[in-house]
């Protein structure tokens, strides 16, 4: 069906600067135009449609109640010509040359290396860029559009995701200590006495219903690692994902506490991409190697030893 646009990008893109720059002269140099330009492009708009984009009040022009309509379509239109064109140069180039991704630090290094090297197999000239996250810092990596695709334990409102695996997280801390001496099921008051071992929340905007339990001492970091080794040598308690901690739990590094309640969590992950329709085939590519390494649970149903 042939369905003639009388309406050209350029003059929908006029309209939207002007009102995203406030003035004709802000819109011409936002689009590197003359004013005069920007003026024709605004004027052929309204004649074709038989309407009044502005009006004049005082020195400045400001939408009508049509205009306001016509603006927001227009920036519904723009951002799908925009999407047309990425999603074509995507196409046209084959894999992308780069593709970044962020993972929940809760997940264990093992499986993440193990899908990139299934990955490189396929598409060894294709760079890869890995953002380790926590928690809020992986939702704004994929809000912000930073990454290509995200394994997180939340999917942000907008976004579809793809179950992974789920993670059990269990409460330890080193075998000598005080809590562990107590020789008794433990209660939340138990654990208010002492040092709770936190790693923060790599997000600008950190949640801080994060924290697991209220507790006055606390000593928080940035990395998962240091916050094990601080439970190996005493200084507190956490909850840890068990396959992070597997080696120490076998070693009698670490021992789970005997909580009344709460000693286990589980977390899901969810695979998911930052634009499905605009994902190329190197992303699909490698958050399938993630969903068939995962699948096979290579390090989340370890049982305790």
């Known amino acids: 069906m042939n369905q003639r646009s009388y309406v050209s990008l350029d003059q929908w893109q006029a309209l939207v600067a002007v009102v995203e720059t406030g003035s004709y002269a802000a819109a011409a140099v936002a689009l590197n135009k003359s004013q005069s330009a920007v003026t024709y492009l605004i004027q052929q708009l309204e004649r074709r449609l038989g309407v009044s984009a502005f009006e004049t009040r005082g020195r400045r022009a400001v939408l009508t109640p049509v205009g306001e309509m016509l603006h927001r379509q227009a920036r519904v239109l723009l951002d799908q010509a925009h999407r047309l064109e990425q999603r074509a140069r995507t196409v046209s180039a084959g894999w992308e040359p780069v593709i970044r991704i962020a993972v929940e630090i809760l997940l264990p290094p093992e499986p993440m290396l193990a899908a990139l090297a299934g990955f490189a197999e ?93 507790v006055d001492r606390r000593w928080t970091f940035s990395q998962f690692d240091t916050s094990i080794r601080a439970a190996i040598q005493g200084h507190g308690f956490a909850w840890y994902p068990q396959a992070r901690i597997q080696d120490a739990l076998a070693q009698g590094l670490l021992k789970p506490l005997p909580l009344s309640e709460g000693a286990e969590r589980q977390v899901t992950l969810y695979l998911v991409l930052a634009d499905s329709q605009l994902a190329g085939p190197g992303v699909r590519a490698l958050a399938s190697q993630f969903k068939t390494i995962l699948s096979k649970d290579i390090t989340t149903s370890l049982p305790l030893r």
């Open 122 to 214: 396929a598409s060894p000239a294709t760079r890869v860029d890995v953002e380790e996250t926590v928690l809020g810092g992986t939702l704004e990596a994929l809000l912000q559009k930073r990454v290509d695709l995200a394994i997180t334990p939340q999917i942000p409102v907008g976004f579809l995701g793809d179950v992974l695996t789920s993670l059990r997280l269990i409460a330890v801390a080193h075998p000598d200590h005080a809590l562990h001496r107590l020789n008794r099921p433990l209660t939340a008051a138990d654990l208010a006495e002492h040092r709770h071992l936190l790693v923060r929340d790599s997000g600008i905007h950190r949640d801080s219903r994060a924290i697991s339990v209220e």
